[in-house]
T-cell receptor, first 112, second 117 residues
Framework: GQNIDQPTEMTATEGAIVQINCTYQTSGFNGLFWYQQHAGEAPTFLSYNVLDGLEEKGRFSSFLSRSKGYSYLLLKELQMKDSASYLCAVRDQGTGGFKTIFGAGTRLFVKA | SAVISQKPSRDICQRGTSLTIQCQVDSQVTMMFWYRQQPGQSLTLIATANQGSEATYESGFVIDKFPISRPNLTFSTLTVSNMSPEDSSIYLC??????????????FGAGSRLTVL
């Protein structure tokens, strides 16, 4: 089976840096994804890690350690519009390798 | 990137009725999935919609309650049958698309928000 854990809520200040952690357990790891979801909208893709290490994409970076079952999403220079839920998702090798299971999400509040 | 259209975008339904949600993609896709997101919750995978064969359901979801069709590589429907207030949720169609750097990324339609009275 699969299990994904991430904090329920976080608060950070505009301009600051925030790190959202995710730990996971899966029987057949095939990639880890981070999605952003604003209230009332569908999730949008942020980042993808399949190998260990850091992937950087502008203000957003994502890190993966497969041996530890651990990832984090790093958001720099926070803006008010970054207030959203951030979903950690793991792809399993079942179902042709594309079955994706989501964590409960971390609600990030960015304050002025 | 492909465009994923879902309809209806929202509906208010009476208890005991059924509603069919349509998902149309503007290009052929192999993998198509249906998710549910209940109020304040994350996404739960209902089933994988397989083209030309029966859908593959996740634990806790059954075909009688959530029949799915996938007649071709661009279209799928999800029916929510005999609805109760507990079925009030956002239902999301998703497909796997090739993103930047060659990653196969799960991409979502805008969702269908159902409220069951």
């Amino acid at each position: 089976g699969q299990n994904i854990d991430q904090p329920t809520e976080m608060t950070a200040t505009e301009g600051a840096i925030v790190q959202i952690n995710c730990t996971y357990q899966t029987s057949g790891f095939n990639g880890l994804f981070w999605y952003q979801q604003h209230a009332g909208e569908a999730p949008t893709f942020l980042s993808y890690n399949v190998l260990d290490g850091l992937e950087e994409k502008g203000r957003f970076s994502s890190f993966l350690s497969r041996s530890k079952g651990y990832s984090y999403l790093l958001l720099k220079e926070l803006q008010m519009k970054d207030s959203a839920s951030y979903l950690c998702a793991v792809r399993d090798q079942g179902t042709g390798g594309f079955k994706t299971i989501f964590g409960a999400g971390t609600r990030l509040f960015v304050k002025a | 990137s492909a465009v994923i259209s879902q309809k209806p975008s929202r509906d208010i339904c009476q208890r005991g009725t059924s509603l069919t949600i349509q998902c149309q993609v503007d290009s052929q896709v192999t993998m198509m999935f249906w998710y549910r997101q209940q109020p304040g919750q994350s996404l739960t995978l209902i089933a994988t919609a397989n083209q030309g064969s029966e859908a593959t359901y996740e634990s806790g979801f059954v075909i009688d309650k959530f029949p799915i069709s996938r007649p071709n590589l661009t279209f799928s429907t999800l029916t929510v049958s005999n609805m109760s207030p507990e079925d009030s949720s956002i239902y999301l169609c998703s497909v796997v698309l090739q993103g930047a750097g060659g990653a196969n990324v799960l991409t979502f339609g805008a969702g269908s928000r159902l409220t069951v009275l």
